[in-house]
């Protein structure tokens, strides 16, 4: 039962990285208004607003995305390790 929960843990994590990816590239080369887009960026955006909040940009760069991949990894990888103290 733990092994089936921590690939599930890691399936999940993994799908928030690629959202989190997608919504980057997406960002470049579509419009906010494209629909495909637009699903990306409410799976996305709700995560990345609480970073957002604490971490100012820097210039014109937004390091939001790539704190929450570091996040959703470390919190997966602790998940993960817990299940099988």
Same mark, same amino acid.
């Given at each position: 039962?733990?092994?089936?929960? @921590?690939? @599930?843990?890691?399936?999940?994590?993994?799908?928030?990285?690629?959202?989190?990816?997608?919504?980057i590239i997406l960002s470049?080369?579509?419009?906010?208004?494209?629909?495909?887009?637009?699903?990306?960026d409410r799976l996305v955006?709700?995560?990345?607003?609480?970073?957002?909040?604490?971490?100012?940009?820097?210039?014109?760069?937004?390091?939001?995305?790539?704190?929450?991949?570091?996040l959703v990894q470390l919190?997966?990888?602790?998940?993960?390790?817990?299940?099988?103290?």
């Amino acid at each position: 039962m733990n092994l089936i929960l @921590a690939e @599930a843990i890691r399936w999940f994590s993994q799908v928030i990285v690629i959202l989190v990816l997608a919504h980057i590239i997406l960002s470049y080369f579509l419009s906010p208004y494209h629909p495909i887009r637009a699903f990306v960026d409410r799976l996305v955006e709700p995560l990345l607003a609480p970073i957002r909040r604490v971490v100012p940009l820097v210039g014109m760069l937004d390091f939001s995305p790539m704190i929450l991949i570091i996040l959703v990894q470390l919190i997966a990888q602790v998940l993960v390790s817990l299940l099988f103290l």
